[in-house]
């Protein structure tokens, strides 16, 4: 079936670092990609998405890369914080009800 | 502006007791859904509704159901909880820009189900 794999599982840097994490999507379909940040006790909550028919989109220090030949999508963090600390997904959608989030990213910015 | 409610927030149940998980919304969004979240793993879709009155099954029902009775309020059921449907549970919503077109969910903070 569909799936969404997103790497690394666990990201440590030191504050002011970038953050890279890279997801991989199945489903040639997908047309919607957004990423969303998870602070301990809380729900997901999004910080930027992409739609298939644009390559790269940013906002402030978070920007996010689609590769549709190759299914890849990314999330670059620029000059890391504390704050940023949280579990990212990264998910596909098809439009419709079908959304397929990966497993997760714990980062860790070390101040 | 509330948001996604979920009540509650933590429960203990033990194996064969029933209880519904309340979900809430105040956006007016005609879709809303019910997310199981497992340690290390992403968020699997137990259940979807377009509308009040319409539902449909995620990828994982089984042992879960659900209903909706107004666009506001979507609950949902387990009947003879078992300690798989140990999870933290979490209820969104979203209105889609168009046909096909998704946007952004809105997550509730979450419901922390403990079966013993």
Request: proline share 4%; hydrophobic share 35%.
């Amino acid at each position: 079936g569909e799936n969404v794999e997103q790497h690394p599982s666990t990201l440590s840097v030191q504050e002011g670092d970038s953050a890279v994490i890279k997801c991989t999507y199945s489903d040639s379909a997908s047309n919607y990609f957004p990423w969303y940040k998870q602070e301990l006790g809380k729900g997901p909550q999004l910080i930027i998405d992409i739609r298939s028919n644009v390559g790269e989109k940013k906002d402030q220090r978070i920007a996010v890369t689609l590769n549709k030949t190759a299914k890849h999508f990314s999330l670059h963090i620029t000059e890391t914080q504390p704050e940023d600390s949280a579990v990212y997904f990264c998910a596909a959608s098809t439009g419709g009800f079908k959304t397929i989030f990966g497993a997760g990213t714990r980062l860790f910015v070390k101040a | 502006n509330a948001g996604v409610t979920q009540t509650p927030k933590f429960r203990i149940l033990k194996i064969g007791q029933s209880m519904t998980l309340q979900c809430a919304q105040d956006m007016n969004h005609n879709y809303m859904y019910w997310y199981r979240q497992d340690p290390g793993m992403g968020l699997k879709l137990i259940y979807y509704s377009v509308g009040a009155g319409i539902t449909d099954k995620g990828e994982v029902p089984n042992g879960y159901n659900v209903s909706r009775s107004t666009t506001e309020d979507f609950p949902l059921r387990l009947e003879l909880a078992a300690p798989s449907q140990t999870s933290v549970y979490f209820c969104a919503s979203s209105s889609p820009a168009g046909w096909g077109l998704n946007t952004e969910a809105f997550f509730g903070q979450g419901t922390r189900l403990t079966v013993v």
